[in-house]
T-cell receptor, first 111, second 116 residues
């Protein structure tokens, strides 16, 4: 049973555009919803995270939108830049300390 | 802050030998560390949860006798791949949970293991 479904698998955006990546989950015990950014050959880095008591969190060009009733959360990257080209993972957590990783989205931002 | 280091960053070893990978939390204490492996163009797969001073908890399908984990202090966990074979070649990544914060996990830079 796949607990976390991330979409799309890959995304190509023009510089200055908006990148949107979605994550749907099944486990209602999740209470921490992070997005990680990973560059080739590097470990993932925590990009932004949200707790279920708020519906949106913004940090610079990055925004998480959280819909508890739909069991979905999304990452929005405004004014996307070529340096944002990376693989993004949602990895909700709850109950146990384990992160449950999505399959990842490869984002390419064309100059 | 919240830096996790891994050593070595890459290693090549011969089939049948063992290799040890270190994971350190540099500026925070972590009673819990996690070990993942990642194949090319795939997601991270959790191998085991490492708790300071106790035995690691392995995920289903992970051979505990092959992947030895030791968490001897609040800032150091080690993964030893014993009797390595070419199929063990992978990218191994550790993470550490910062108890002083709200429990975020911070990842190391990864170790590329190639078994020849």
């Amino acid at each position: 049973q796949q607990q976390v479904k991330q979409s799309p698998q890959s995304l190509i955006v023009q510089k200055g555009g908006i990148s949107i990546i979605n994550c749907a989950y099944e486990n209602t015990a999740f209470d921490y919803f992070p997005w990680y950014q990973q560059f080739p050959g590097k470990g993932p880095a925590l990009l932004i995270a949200i707790r279920p008591d708020v519906s949106e969190k913004k940090e610079g060009r990055f925004t998480i939108s959280f819909n508890k009733s739909a069991k979905q959360f999304s990452l929005h990257i405004m004014d996307s830049q070529p340096g944002d080209s990376a693989t993004y993972f949602c990895a909700p957590q709850g109950g146990s300390e384990k992160l449950v990783f999505g399959k990842g989205t490869k984002l390419t931002v064309n100059p | 802050g919240a830096v996790v280091s891994q050593h070595p960053s890459w290693v090549i070893c011969k089939s049948g030998t063992s290799v040890k990978i270190e994971c350190r939390s540099l500026d925070f204490q972590a009673t819990t560390m996690f070990w993942y492996r990642q194949f090319p163009k795939q997601s991270l797969m959790l191998m085991a949860t490492s708790n300071e001073g106790s035995k690691a908890t392995y995920e289903q399908g992970v051979e505990k006798d092959k992947f030895l984990i030791n968490h001897a202090s609040l800032t150091l966990s080690t993964l030893t791949v014993t009797s390595a074979h070419p199929e063990d070649s992978s990218f191994y990544i550790c993470s550490a949970r910062d108890l002083a914060g709200v429990g975020e996990q911070y990842f190391g830079p990864g170790t590329r293991l190639t078994v020849t």
